[in-house]
């Protein structure tokens, strides 16, 4: 099966399932600032893509969990190379101190919206 194309919400959900061996959907709508309903989504499409699996939890039959298959283990370093090198095109020809501003700027919109989760690091 050809590896479809991986949007910027699913390369976030994937680097934050690599922090962990499992996560239940709830926690991972809040660790990423969604609701239920988007992340739902979310875990559909990357299931469609064979990135994950869902499993009923051990401790809790009626809940389930989302485990990173190998293939997003494999796929997320390749993903991160490519964030790295648009990051390098995009702000490379910046000086560290106009880097710092403008992280700094980013910072306080998202902080001044409320957004969590966001991957401005």
Do not use: Y
């Amino acid at each position: 099966m050809e590896q479809q194309g991986v949007t910027v919400a699913e390369w976030v959900a994937l680097r934050a399932l690599l922090e962990k061996d499992e996560i239940k959907p709830s926690e991972l709508a809040l660790k990423l600032g969604l609701t239920r309903g988007a992340i739902s989504k979310l875990i559909d499409c990357l299931l469609a893509k064979n990135l994950v699996s869902v499993r009923s939890d051990a401790r809790d039959g009626r809940a389930q969990v989302i485990i990173l298959r190998a293939s997003a283990r494999r796929l997320v370093p390749k993903l991160a190379a490519l964030a790295d090198e648009n990051d390098a095109q995009a702000f490379g020809h910046l000086d560290q101190q106009h880097q710092a501003f403008l992280l700094a700027t980013l910072r306080a919109i998202v902080d001044r919206l409320g957004i969590r989760g966001a991957p401005i690091d």
